[in-house]
């Protein structure tokens, strides 16, 4: 039986002082999964752009089934059947997710009207086959990262590809939500869909993959089949080098070293009465499936969302956070999950973003010190190994692991005592992700205390302290160092 294919060949796209891609061809066939991976500014985004018609190439071609095709923008996608889960979101904030799911591909009834009854019973039924609980009538700017990256998927779904890009789609999803998506993956394989797979988990890649192509600096290195495949030697291929991780040495803390004190701490329904004590130099873990609350939680510490009772104490005194501006004046910087839209300010340059939150304290009688702030810029990027060839561009230019270490920088640049890591090392490459745990070991190696919300549970197993296991809002478990157990923590937080 003959098999469709889409394929790239000798595809190279040159950027000012960049070489993007070099000669790249790439190919998927229909049933077939056949993953993509490299570091951060490796050239997949450029080449995903350039088949979605974002992006327009110097020289090679798109073929399909053997034929050239014309890919100018995303319409044209769309008419050869190919369909996109993009990293960053596309969602229209203020439609619901049933509108979302199908917007551009809305049924109309026999009056030319938009059939809304349809496009409900539609929308439920694809998030129940991926054991979504989702009210479709909810407005999408209403929701989280979790919950956006979701409707995402169904939203390419209701396309009917028969090619489907899907770039980090497990990002911001739990265990059992990626155990489904597997599910729907490997049906869609069996009813001949081609899958170009990105993702930085090397885990998933392997499972889920016929064949896995790694690129480094915009050219092939090398394609494995998954059954030759180990993660790493998928690290060597993509870094150079075996990235092997050190386990976390052994800390004793005092209940008299306590900086920070949750009592009785509630919100809404997403989390009820926590009590948590952090210590001075610890590494805090929270881990739970998505509405766990251990990403509310973090907010709320943050005064980004007010709790409703409880009580939080710094270093055994009580204090009040009403606002994002209290916490940091009581020392606490928070890197949010969604760091493009929440942790920067994407138009704004590079050292405008690292020196954001001591803006005040380089401003004085209306003129802004540029030199000193040029100077305390150039001091993280060494500190922080940021890859950046002038500190004026803009920051939505650097690689998601570069923008991550900005974020850290602004809140190092602050003295922060305190630093709430949300998913600190979604969608970044595996040689970042050390990078980030290393930068956060130092920091309490000099004083500081961390608080890590994760659903990476080899890496707070690598990295922290304690880690404490959310279920509906409620701390169920709380594992310390010696204690740690992979298979544990994770029927902790499964488990009804």
């Known amino acids: 039986m003959n098999r469709d294919n889409l ?6 796209k040159t950027y000012p002082g960049v070489k993007a891609l070099d000669g790249v061809s790439f190919e998927v066939l229909s049933g077939q999964v056949h993953s993509l991976i490299g570091q951060n500014g490796a050239g997949k985004s450029t080449l995903m752009g350039i088949l979605n018609g974002i992006t327009k190439p110097d020289k090679g071609e798109i073929l399909i089934n053997d034929r050239a095709v014309k890919i100018d923008d995303p319409k044209d996608a769309f008419n050869l059947n190919l369909s996109i889960v993009h990293q960053e979101f596309a969602l229209c904030n203020n439609l619901t997710v049933a509108e979302n799911i199908f917007l551009g591909v809305e049924p109309y009834n026999i009056y030319g009207i938009v059939d809304y ?52 789609p497990t990002a911001s999803l739990d265990e ?50 998954k059954n030759i495949v180990n993660e790493e030697i998928l690290i060597e291929a993509m870094v150079g080098e075996n990235l092997l991780i050190k386990q976390k040495e052994l800390k004793e803390f005092k209940n008299s070293n306590c900086i920070l004190s949750l009592k009785n701490f509630s919100y809404q329904n997403k989390f009820d009465k926590i009590n948590l004590n952090l210590a001075q130099g610890e590494v805090l873990g929270l881990s739970g499936l998505l509405g766990s609350g251990s990403n509310e939680l973090l907010r709320c510490i943050f005064g980004i969302d ?32 969604d760091r493009k839209n929440e942790g920067l300010i994407q138009n704004n340059s590079i050292k405008d973003n690292a020196v954001l939150t001591i803006f005040e304290k380089l401003t004085n009688f209306g003129f802004f010190n540029n030199r000193e702030a040029v100077l ?21 230019n650097l690689s998601g692991g570069n923008q991550q270490k900005v974020v850290i920088a602004k809140w190092l640049a602050k003295k922060c005592k305190i630093l709430l890591f949300d998913e600190p090392t979604r969608g970044i490459d595996v040689a970042a992700k050390a990078q980030i745990w290393k930068l956060i070991s130092e920091f309490t190696k000099e004083g500081g205390s961390v608080i890590v919300a994760s659903n990476e549970i080899p890496e707070l197993i690598n990295n922290c302290d304690r880690i404490l296991t959310l279920q509906k809002g409620v701390i169920n478990n709380t594992f310390n160092h010696q204690e740690f157990n992979e298979h544990k923590i994770s029927l902790s937080i499964s488990s009804n």
């Open 7 to 12: 394929s790239m060949k000798n595809i190279s």
């Open 117 to 168: 009854k349809k496009i409900h019973f539609d929308a439920k039924e694809m998030l129940d086959s991926i054991n979504v609980d989702l009210d479709t009538y909810e407005i999408v700017g209403n929701l989280n990262t979790s919950q956006w990256q979701i409707i995402e998927i169904c939203k390419a779904l209701a396309k009917k590809p028969k090619f489907l890009v899907m770039d980090e």
């Open 176 to 225: 059992s939500q990626i155990d489904n998506l597997f599910e729907i993956i490997n049906t869609l394989k069996k009813n001949g869909i081609g899958i170009i797979y990105i993702s930085h988990k090397l885990k998933e890649i392997i499972k889920i993959s016929d064949l896995i192509t790694v690129l480094k600096d915009g050219k092939i290195r090398k394609t494995f089949e």
């Open 306 to 337: 007010k709790t409703e009772e409880g009580e939080i104490s710094l270093s055994n005194i009580s204090i009040k956070i009403n606002s994002i501006k209290d916490a940091i004046n009581y020392g606490i910087g928070y890197i949010p999950s």
């Open 376 to 396: 305390t810029t150039n001091s993280y990027i060494e500190k922080l190994d940021i890859k950046v060839s002038d500190i004026n561009n803009f920051v939505m």
